[in-house]
Each structure stands twice: as C-alpha cells, then as structure tokens.
C-alpha cells in the first residue's frame, strides 16, 4: 500500500530536549516536505527536498533541521524545542514532473507538545 | 499580502446548494495547483488537480485562470459530506497552501 509514514504521532516533551520526528514513504518519491499546521494560521512549509542530499528552506525554517539522505527518508529535527514550536506536523510526498510538483501524499500527522 | 488567498468563510450552506471557493496566488511562476480536503485536524487530501482547461470530477468542477491568477473550486448539489475544510495549494519549487475554507453543509 503506497503510504507516508510518520513517527511519533503524539510526542509531549520538555523545552530544549532534541527531538527527530520520521517520516518515511515507499512510493520512490522526489519531492519530500515538512508542514506545521496552527489554528488560524493554516499549513506552513518549513523545509522541502526535491532528491537526494537536496533540502531547501519553507517559510518557517527556524529552530528546524531536516536531512535526505536516502529517497524514502526525510527526518525532522528539532535540536532546542521551544513552546512555541507546539504544533500539528505533517510530512507529504510527491513525484515531479516537468510541469512541477504532483499531488502530495501526507502521512497522518503528528501532534507535539513543547512544555 | 498573503502568496496564496482563500476565500475567509465559513460557508454554511444547505444540502443541495451550489457553494463555489475562489484562491488568488502572487507567484506568476507557479507551476501546479491543486485543490485538497481536509477533515478535522487529519491529514489533507487530494480533491483535485486543477488545470488550464479546466477539469470537473462528478459535482466538482475546478478552474484556473493564469492571467488573472485565480483557481476556484465549485461544489454542485452540496451532501451533509461535504462538509470539511477545502485548502488551495500553489506549487512554484516549494508549495504554499490557502489558509483554507470550512464549508458545514447542513440538512
């Protein structure tokens, strides 16, 4: 079954404790992404990677990091978290074609508490 | 200004109405568009890609106007199932997605 996986769905932790959040898919997808959504504020981008060893910056990088080192893998990394880093993450998928990003498959999400 | 607009909302429409979604996007190198689902706080969906020619899907039709750079999302005889929030997505290299809109469909 083609599917993104992430892992954990639920986190709670404390403030500056680094924390990686998986994200994992098996349909041989390009494109990879990390969104964080807040009530009101709708999905943001905070990193992207269009293949391998290729990572470019969304529009909430900060206090993030991400890494491709294989096609099937795009793990994010908070390496201080803060409260205000408190959010619903959702890591997607798609394939590229000339006419530039397809469809995003999303993983189920995961929802992380900073205290 | 926002890179991608939605219309604000909420929708509260009756079943069988018609309700139609507008998104305007900065970005006149955007290459894709998308219109997805999304139901309460679970992972988006595709909805539908939206095309220069414009494409319909059943009771949904999407449109996209690149002179004037708009998409829009039209529901026909609204079901109580409709009822979610509809998110427009710009793709230029990175993807930009609307605030989104909640339409509640009601009996």
């Known amino acids: 079954e083609a599917q993104v996986t992430q892992n954990p769905r639920y986190l709670i932790t404390v403030t500056g404790k680094k924390l990686t959040v998986t994200c994992s898919q098996n349909?041989?997808?390009?494109?990879m992404s990390w969104y964080r959504q807040d009530p009101g504020l709708g999905l943001r981008q905070i990193y992207y990677s269009m293949n391998v060893e290729v990572t470019d910056k969304g529009d909430v990088p900060e206090g993030y990091k991400v890494s491709r080192k294989e096609k099937r893998n795009f793990p994010l990394i908070l390496e201080s978290p803060s409260p205000n880093q408190t959010s619903l993450y959702f890591c997607?998928?798609?394939?590229?074609?000339?006419?530039?990003?397809?469809?995003?498959?999303f993983g189920p999400g995961t929802r992380l508490t900073v205290t | 200004r926002k890179e991608v607009e939605q219309d604000p909302g909420p929708f509260n429409v009756p079943e069988g109405a018609t309700v139609a979604f507008n998104c305007t996007y900065s970005n006149s190198a955007s290459q894709s568009f998308f219109w997805y689902r999304q139901d309460c706080r679970k992972e988006p969906k595709l909805l539908m890609s939206v095309y220069s020619s414009g494409n319909e899907d059943g009771r949904f039709t999407a449109q996209l106007n690149r002179a004037s750079q708009y998409i829009s999302l039209l529901i026909r005889d609204s079901k109580l199932s409709d009822s979610a929030t509809y998110l427009c997505?710009?793709?230029?290299?990175?993807?930009?997605f609307g605030d989104g809109t909640t339409l509640t469909v009601k009996p």
């Open positions: 997607a998928s798609s394939s590229i074609s000339p006419t530039g990003t397809g469809e995003q498959y």
């Open positions: 997505v710009v793709n230029a290299g990175k993807s930009t």
């Open positions: 349909m041989n997808h390009e494109y």
